[in-house]
């Protein structure tokens, strides 16, 4: 299985701060690397699909960049909605998707 | 705008089956290129992907689960379903439905369901 390592696995900050969320596959995964945002009580949201693409919808201070094994998931201005938990998944080796553990982004 | 909605038991025994039902609103499930899948959550760890059907009924299933699970499909009722047989504590999780589809960049989760809290215990 290809497995997906995020860091920070926790991370405080501010409203109106920028943040970069870390993802590193086991092994290349050219560009098959998607991002979603979970929020308690709410269901799990797409944010960024094939490492860059920002879903219809999302607000643009979100943005992906990476390729290969090394993904980076960017929020620029955080805003109060934007703190919840961020998870990593890879679909190169589909259909066994990974996903990362996560990272809890808390307010400050 | 498409909308998944699981629903099942929140307390199951040890030994037992657990059975889940994903509800399709907003659309039918019989539409499109998708794959309708299982994933859970154990308490503090990450997502595992479960299982996969098409409205056709074809299956896939994570090598680690397959012997315990079935994954099904009722069209006429624009629901799936899942079946975990012999449960254990080790069961006891989030279980979330999800909506696959590929844009031809790889495949992507792009509706999911709330969640379901299980919990396996006598």
């Known amino acids: 299985d290809i497995q997906m390592t995020q860091s920070p696995s926790s991370l405080s900050a501010s409203v109106g701060d920028r943040v970069t969320i870390t993802c590193r596959a086991s092994?290349?995964?050219?560009?098959?690397l998607n991002w979603y945002q979970r929020r308690p009580g709410k269901a799990p949201k797409l944010l960024i699909y094939?490492?860059?693409s920002l879903q219809s919808g999302v607000p643009s201070r979100f943005s992906g960049s990476g390729s290969g094994t090394d993904f980076t998931l960017t929020i620029n201005s955080l805003q109060p909605e934007d703190f919840a938990t961020y998870y990593c998944?890879?679909?190169?080796?589909?259909?066994?998707?990974?996903f990362g553990q996560g990272t809890k982004l808390e307010i400050k | 705008q498409v909308q998944l909605q699981e629903s099942g038991p929140g307390l199951v025994k040890p030994s037992q089956t657990l059975s889940l039902t994903c509800t399709v609103s907003g659309g039918s499930i019989s539409s499109g290129s998708y794959y309708w899948n299982w994933i859970r959550q154990h308490p503090g760890k990450g997502l595992e992907w479960i299982a996969y059907?098409?409205?056709?009924?074809?299956?896939y299933y994570n090598p680690s689960l397959k012997s315990l699970v079935t994954i099904s499909v009722d069209t006429s009722k624009n629901q799936f379903s899942l079946k975990l047989t012999s449960v254990t504590a080790a069961d006891t999780a989030v279980y979330y439905c999800?909506?696959?589809?590929?844009w031809g960049r790889g495949d992507t989760f792009d509706i999911w369901g709330q969640g379901t809290m299980v919990t396996v215990s006598s």
């Open positions: 059907t098409s409205y056709t009924g074809n299956t």
């Open positions: 998944q890879q679909s190169l080796s589909t259909p066994m998707f990974t």
């Open positions: 092994q290349s995964i050219n560009i098959y």
């Open positions: 999800a909506r696959l589809v590929n």
């Open positions: 094939a490492a860059s």
